[in-house]
T-cell receptor, first 116, second 117 residues
Framework: AQKVTQAQTEISVVEKEDVTLDCVYE???????LFWYKQPPSGELVFLIR??????QNEISGRYSWNFQKSTSSFNFTITASQVVDSAVYFC?????????????FGTGTSLTVIP | GAVVSQHPSWVICKSGTSVKIECRSL??????MFWYRQFPKQSLMLMAT?????????EQGVEKDKFLINHASLTLSTLTVTSAHPEDSSFYIC?????????????FGNGTRLTVT
């Protein structure tokens, strides 16, 4: 069965600190995609990144970086030098070939608060 | 590109009335759209998959007569909460991806906050 676990419910950091959000997933499929979305207090969901199961290369985009490790079924997200605007709920999600890839399995989210 | 517009952003209605929420893909066609529900401080729960030209597919436990879904065109899906009750108060979010793009990211609307009094 598919499952996404975000063990950290809430995290608070002081501005400029680095923070890592954990994501562990389960799937029996060998072809799948992993995503991170950001949900600021306004409510909309903002797409951040997509990785496929065949590409374990880590990715960096500005202050954001992602570490994908198939050996541990993890797809962790690090924000470097955090800013107040990073305060939001972050969701990790998995999509595999079940239901032709239409089904997104979301984690329970990690609420990040960056304190000025 | 790939903008999803959801309307209204918030609505307050009286118990027993019905509320319609619209979800439009503004710059792409979407054969399939998805409706999620989110309770405070919780994750997104998939309610149903809206299919253009055919019936929606509802997740287990979601009342299809309560949450009517109509996918009238390739750019519009509507969710109608019928005979709303206070327990239907929630944040409803629609999402879509361009038709034929497989595992591409879902693009989400801004959500509708429904309050039933």
């Amino acid at each position: 069965a598919q499952k996404v676990t975000q063990a950290q419910t809430e995290i608070s950091v002081v501005e400029k600190e680095d923070v890592t959000l954990d994501c562990v997933y389960e799937t029996r499929d060998t072809t799948y995609y992993l995503f991170w979305y950001k949900q600021p207090p306004s409510g909309e969901l903002v797409f951040l990144i997509r990785r496929n199961s065949f590409d374990e290369q880590n990715e960096i985009s500005g202050r954001y970086s992602w570490n994908f490790q198939k050996s541990t079924s993890s797809f962790n997200f690090t924000i470097t030098a955090s800013q107040v605007v990073d305060s939001a709920v972050y969701f990790c999600a998995l999509s595999d070939r079940t239901n032709t890839g239409n089904q997104f399995y979301f984690g329970t989210g990690t609420s990040l608060t960056v304190i000025p | 590109g790939a903008v999803v517009s959801q309307h209204p952003s918030w609505v307050i209605c009286k118990s027993g009335t019905s509320v319609k929420i619209e979800c439009r893909s503004l710059d792409f066609q979407a054969t399939t759209m998805f409706w999620y529900r989110q309770f405070p401080k919780q994750s997104l729960m998939l309610m149903a998959t809206s299919n253009e030209g055919s019936k929606a597919t509802y997740e287990q436990g979601v009342e299809k007569d309560k949450f009517l879904i109509n996918h009238a065109s390739l750019t519009l899906s509507t969710l109608t909460v019928t005979s709303a009750h206070p327990e239907d108060s929630s944040f409803y979010i629609c999402s879509a991806r361009p038709t034929g793009t497989g595992y591409s990211p879902l693009h989400f609307g801004n959500g509708t906050r429904l309050t039933v009094t």
